[in-house]
């Protein structure tokens, strides 16, 4: 079963993306306030960050984690898949396959795309992605870090 996460899955949420965090699945951590800060977002009931426990016999098994965002290259919104982590005792028993369905039920009808990275590593959800009709972008992405304390201001990378 896939629900919307509740208040009560604070500290399971908080958990996992620990978990998730903390494996190959991804380049580095991220602190604990950045994890707390997206609770609060998704629970405040935001308009472009979605998240969902994912069950297995009534027990969490994993959660998802989207942003919304429109996209004039795709010529609409785009439901980009941030975080699909499923514990280990609970992998290969087809839930990521399940949640990328519910994804695509939910949101294939409003949405012109749907996106997500993988790190070169990640072969088993590479795997998974492909057979869901996935297929890799050519662009390098590039980031720049704000700063929280610059507030709209330039400020240098330390």
Known sequence: MIREIESKDRDIFIAMVKEFFSSEAVLHAIPVGHI??????????????????IEDNNRTAGYGLLSLTFSNEAGGMVVWIEELYIMKEYRGKGLGNEFLD??????????KRIRLEIVDSNKLAEGLYRRKGYAPLDYLQMVYEIKSDCRGESCEKE
């Open 102 to 111: 519910f994804i695509n039920r939910e949101y294939a009808p409003q949405a």
């Open 36 to 53: 707390e800060r997206t609770f609060e977002e998704v629970i405040a009931n935001s308009p472009y960050a979605k998240a969902y426990i």
